[in-house]
């Protein structure tokens, strides 16, 4: 299954201890949903093949499974900050600059 840290630099992700707690793939969208034990905190990252495309925002740990399982939704009803980018210049699902605004818009 192809997951969101594949071909990544392996020391940046340890350094950044997040883990991938859970991920699933239909339509082209893969849908991941990570967790720093660290810092205590959840993010979800929305890899699109077609449109290649990825996007990820935190979210409380307590809304965690609500995003996973629905990240557009939960995207839009909260006007959540995400980090978007070409598929391609992802150098971490977990880092990068934030910003707003409607998904797939540069």
Do not use: C, I
Not at 20 to 32: C, K
Request: glycine share 8%; net charge negative; no cysteine.
């Amino acid at each position: 299954m192809y997951s969101v840290l594949d071909g990544l630099d392996t020391a940046a992700a340890a350094t950044d201890d997040w883990r991938e707690l859970d991920n699933r793939t239909n339509a082209g969208l893969t849908v991941s949903l990570h967790w720093s034990e660290s810092v205590d905190r959840v993010r979800v990252t929305v890899v699109d093949s077609k449109l290649d495309r990825v996007f990820d925002f935190e979210v409380p740990g307590a809304q965690a499974h609500e995003a996973f399982t629905h990240p557009f939704a939960y995207w839009a009803a909260r006007g959540t900050d995400t980090t978007r980018r070409p598929h391609g210049e992802l150098d971490s699902p977990l880092a990068g600059n934030t910003s707003s605004g409607a998904y797939g818009r540069s």
